[in-house]
Each structure stands twice: as C-alpha cells, then as structure tokens.
C-alpha cells in the first residue's frame, strides 16, 4: 500500500514523484505512452518487467519504457520502500527542445530492438541530483515551472553520461518512433554485432531462457551454434571478395578478438582464415 506521495506537475502532467510504499505490496504499473526513471531512496524494490526480473537496492536506478502492460513493482519482506520517480512525456520533451532534441532522444545508430529497460547502478552524479529533487520537495514554495523544465533536462545530460547512455538511448529514442519488430528482424539486424547472448536477449525484452526457447522455435538451433555459423559464413565471402585484413573482416563479421575468430574458422573448415584465402585465389 501507498504510505506516502508527493508529486509536481509540469505542463498538466505528473513530472516528479516520491513514493512511499509499505510492504507487503504489489503495486501495478499501467501501460503508458511516456517513459519513467526509478530510484530507490531506501529498501529495494523487485521489477517483473515483460518477461524480466529485476531487483533495485538503495541508491541504483531503473529507466522503463511504460508502454508494456503487465509490469509490476513488488516487495514482501523490506521496510518502508521509497522510491522518487521522473517522467518522461513526448510531447513535454518535445516543447522544451523546441530546436533540437539531445542525443539521448534521437535515433541510435542500431535501432532494431524491443528493449524497455535497463537498470542503472550506483552513480555519484545521479545520487547528487536526487538529493537536489528532495531539496524541492521539502521546499515546495521554491518551485515553479523553470526549475522543473532545468531540472528534467539536467537527468537528461545526466543520464547521457552514465555507462548505460547507449541503451537508454535506445529506450528513450523509442517514446518518437515507437516501433515493435519481430523477433526474427532483431536476431537479423544485430547478427554481426558484437554483442552478448545475454545483450540480444535484452534486446528482445526476454530472459535468457526465453530467449533461447524463442530462438530454438525459430530457427531450430542453439543462438551461439546459429550465430557463429553465420559469422563464419560471412567471414568465408568476406576473404574471397575483399582485401581486408584478417583482423577487421573477424571485428566486421562480430568476433572479439583475432585467436577466437581463427580457431572457430579452423574447426569449421580445417583450415585458417589466411590459408582458406589463399587456396580461394588459387583456384
């Protein structure tokens, strides 16, 4: 249950938030078409996102897209939960970026995911700035619609800087194009991408597990046996059409490192990368 709330409005919609929520709960959040940013002040908070688990102890964050049904925040053991809570609403960031929107909210250069969330930890500059928002809010005659435009810019040039800018940006780019693929064009749009088993799941909003059973549905093979097939696949035109260096056509193709892309090319054709080349040219 809802112990305590306090909130501002900005433009007739609810900008900031503090919760205060007694355990045992569950507290539903509806589907919305704005984003929010979570941070636990005290006590932790469980997040079944989608298909996802997640859990916030004190002083992490979580940014959410809002517009999936079904997520829910819950917690049967702790104390008093307190969590503050920022908005944000399209078409508030689109009046306050009347030139141009900030990086953060424009398109990423990989655009092909579901993803609609990802948890932020412990951050220095974060922590400052809630600690400013509680000035506010124990302050009320200090604040008026200035502050809270300087002050939902601020997490955003904040945010932006965090380890996680690339993701949120991917969450929030989402709130002007929001767009759902299917799971095949995810797997297709980032198959030579760098990323981790765990990181594609992410993309597709599922947990490992999921993930590994949608993939199996689809494709009728493990996600690391199909993609590296693939990758190898790539690699093998890749050595015949160009001049490229062995190292770039194993970074183009999604390998990490040189020793891992030869020894997987070795296992699958018997030969290296520089020798199938050469046998290619001979032929």
């Not at 760098?194 to 549905?217: G, M, Q, V």
């Amino acid at each position: 249950m809802i112990g305590d709330h306090k909130r501002y409005d900005l433009f007739g919609k609810t900008l900031l938030e503090i919760l205060v929520l007694k355990p045992p709960f569950k507290f539903e959040m509806p589907a919305a078409e704005n984003a929010c940013f979570h941070y636990m002040l005290e006590s932790e908070m469980h997040y079944n996102i989608d298909e996802k688990q997640v859990k916030i102890s004190a002083n992490d964050s979580l940014l959410l897209n809002c517009r999936t049904v079904g997520n829910n925040m819950s917690n049967v053991t702790a104390n008093n939960n307190k969590v503050v809570i920022v908005h944000f609403h399209p078409d508030i960031l689109k009046k306050i970026y009347d030139r141009e929107m900030p990086t953060l909210l424009q398109q990423p250069k990989n655009p092909i995911s579901n993803k609609t969330s990802e948890r932020i930890n412990n951050d220095f500059l974060i922590q400052k700035y809630i600690e400013g928002l509680l000035f506010y809010f124990e302050n009320p005659s200090l604040v008026n619609e200035d502050i809270l435009v300087l002050k939902l810019k601020e997490i955003i040039i904040l945010l932006s800087q965090t380890k996680n800018a690339e993701a949120i940006q991917m969450i929030l780019s989402q709130l002007f194009s929001p767009t759902i693929y299917s799971f095949k064009q995810i797997i297709t749009a980032n198959l030579f991408s760098a990323i981790t088993l765990d990181e594609l799941a992410d993309y597709c909003n599922l947990s490992l597990s999921s993930f590994k059973r949608e993939f199996a549905k689809h494709y009728n093979d493990t996600p690391a046996n199909y993609i590296k097939t693939k990758r190898l696949e790539k690699a093998t035109e890749l050595l015949v059409v160009s001049n490229q260096r062995i190292t770039d056509i194993a970074f183009e193709c999604g390998f990490n490192d040189l020793a891992n892309f030869t020894k997987s090319f070795h296992d699958k054709y018997g030969v290296t990368p520089s020798n199938y080349r050469l046998n290619q040219i001979a032929k």
